[in-house]
């Protein structure tokens, strides 16, 4: 009986043994994955058109466009479309074209930013109207 009893605490201290080394040593079952840090909200870019001229003579007319951050600046009417490269402020030479009048819709590409895990720009913006709410209309009789 005596040998009984001692098989049965050797069979308690190995398996409890057994439990502490899988409890201390082990690697959990789940790991948790770190929670991604939010990206800090960016500030909109600003889309801003000069006022133009109108009525006018001219075959053309410089258009003032500043784009923060600009990649691409696009300007679209009636005669046409120009485009160019965004600098502060981009000036365009726009074509008029005689007994017409231009709607012109402007648009521009804000260059993609990565800093870290967090992407800003990369899209597009546009307008109709200049920075005092006209409408960007020219009109050549």
Same mark, same amino acid.
């Given at each position: 009986?005596?040998?009984?009893?001692?098989?049965?605490?050797?069979?308690?201290?190995?398996?409890?043994? #057994?439990?502490?080394?899988?409890?201390?040593?082990?690697?959990?079952?789940?790991? @948790?994955? $770190?929670?991604?840090?939010?990206?800090?909200?960016?500030?909109?870019? !600003?889309?801003?058109?000069?006022?133009?001229?109108?009525?006018?003579?001219? %075959?053309?007319?410089?258009? *003032?466009?500043? !784009?923060?951050?600009?990649?691409?600046?696009?300007?679209?009417?009636? *005669?046409?479309?120009? *485009?160019?490269?965004?600098? #502060? $402020?981009? @000036?365009?030479? #726009?074509?008029?074209?005689?007994?017409?009048?231009?709607?012109?819709?402007?648009?521009?590409?804000?260059? %993609?930013?990565?800093?870290?895990?967090?992407?800003?720009?990369?899209?597009? !913006?546009?307008?109709?109207?200049?920075?005092?709410?006209? $409408?960007?209309?020219?009109?050549?009789?």
């Amino acid at each position: 009986m005596r040998r009984l009893v001692v098989i049965v605490v050797i069979v308690i201290v190995v398996l409890v043994g #057994f439990l502490v080394y899988e409890t201390a040593v082990a690697p959990p079952s789940s790991v @948790e994955s $770190p929670t991604p840090y939010p990206c800090p909200q960016a500030t909109p870019e !600003l889309l801003a058109v000069e006022p133009v001229t109108s009525p006018t003579d001219a %075959e053309s007319q410089i258009v *003032s466009v500043t !784009l923060g951050n600009g990649e691409l600046i696009t300007i679209t009417a009636e *005669s046409g479309t120009v *485009s160019g490269t965004a600098a #502060f $402020p981009t @000036e365009m030479e #726009f074509p008029l074209l005689p007994q017409t009048v231009h709607h012109l819709e402007v648009s521009g590409r804000v260059r %993609e930013v990565v800093q870290g895990d967090c992407t800003y720009g990369g899209y597009i !913006l546009s307008t109709t109207v200049d920075v005092n709410g006209a $409408p960007l209309v020219i009109e050549r009789p």
